[in-house]
């Protein structure tokens, strides 16, 4: 094939698409409308379950299953991250040395480190009531974790963080997720319906039936998977050396 | 559309966008990215989806940056390791690089 009719294919393909995206464009509705099909049944089913944030019962009610996919997505992906950065035969891991750290930094990163790790414990263990949920939260508090390697050094962050801890925690709340879901099924309804549980109070803590639940699940697997994927990360720029080579 | 607060933070998302593809270095293009992030979620806000919102700050803005300047750091590592040289390769993080 030459470089002509290469292109000629490439702008026959472009074309083709730019038509189909304009067609489903043009159908599209309108920008920023107040009511929408969608958004009306899913308030009112949320509202029937007493769960307070309609993005939580989307997530973990009406659509829990996919959520089950995409925690899947997480975790395989971060499996397979964790086997492409293992430390291969002709690696070497050095001993991370003391460092020093700029005065200002250490106090901020130390300041703000616990208040960051309390907000993302926070935004996941109000995820049916408010913004935020397992996902979000679970990313700030690993986030947060790492400030410590700011504000004090690499051996200080590996002290407080034992990896395989954290890998174990990843593996059993996906685990956690897909009991729970097979728990629904043993109380006699479907795969992951929220009905085993009573829905409690509207707009309190424990309030939702399964929802809270799967969202503490989905909060934790990750906060270990963000921990776990940044570890291996941290490991390959700062631990591990090529044979032969000694960066001081 | 009409919301002239819409307009200005669309604005500026697609001028971090732009500023994100013509910055070369890799470490200004991810701190770069992470302005994107922090407009995106702005841009969630104001669109009324604060869950999104959230997801693109903690992802997008300290996540996806944080995991590119790891990788940076570790590709300019293995490169100063092959040619023999010391110095730094002068790309952002100066005074851990500095220190050591």
Redesign the interface.
């Known amino acids: 094939m030459t470089r002509r009719v290469r292109l000629l294919v490439l702008a026959l393909g472009g074309a083709g698409l730019a038509a189909l995206l304009v067609a489903a464009c043009l159908d599209l509705p309108g ?2 409308r107040a009511r929408h099909p969608y958004g009306t049944r899913a308030v009112h089913a949320s509202l029937a379950r007493h769960t307070a ?1 309609t ?1 939580a019962a989307v997530n973990f009610d009406q659509r829990a299953f996919d959520t089950l996919g995409e925690m899947t997505i997480l975790f395989a992906s971060v499996l397979g991250t964790v086997v492409l950065l293992r430390q291969s035969r002709d690696e070497k891991r050095a001993a991370p ?1 003391a ?4 005065a200002p ?1 250490r106090r901020y990163a130390l300041l703000v480190l616990p208040v960051a790790v309390v907000t993302g414990l926070y ?1 996941v263990a109000h995820g049916q009531l408010s ?3 397992g ?2 939260g679970g ?2 508090a690993a ?1 947060a974790l ?1 400030l410590l390697y700011l504000g004090a050094d690499y051996r200080a962050l590996t002290r407080v963080r034992p990896v395989g801890a954290f890998e174990i925690g990843d593996a059993l709340a996906t685990c956690s997720y897909l009991v729970l879901g097979l728990a629904c099924l043993l109380a006699g309804a479907a795969f992951l319906a929220n009905t085993p549980l009573p829905y409690g109070t509207f707009d309190t803590l424990a309030s939702g039936g399964t929802v809270p639940l799967l969202n503490a699940a989905v909060g934790m697997e990750v906060a270990c998977a ?1 921990v776990v ?2 570890a291996h ?2 490991d ?2 700062v631990e591990i ?2 044979e ?5 | 559309m009409d919301d002239p607060l819409i307009v200005v933070t669309l604005l500026l998302v697609a001028a971090a966008a732009t500023a994100a593809v013509a910055v070369r270095d890799p470490v200004r293009q991810a701190l770069v990215l992470s302005v994107l992030g922090l407009c995106l979620a702005v841009l969630f806000t104001v669109l009324q989806a604060p869950d999104v919102g959230l997801s693109q700050l903690a992802v997008g803005s300290a996540l996806t940056p944080l995991l590119l300047m790891l990788a940076v750091r570790r590709v300019g590592r293995r490169a100063k390791g092959t040619t023999g040289t010391t110095g730094t390769t002068g790309t952002g993080d100066g005074e851990r690089e500095k220190a050591r």
């Open positions: 920008f920023g944030n993005i040395e460092e020093r750290v700029a930094v935004i913004p935020g949920g996902f979000q990313v700030v986030t790492h963000v994927l940044l990360f941290l390959q720029a050396e090529e032969g080579s000694r960066s001081g």
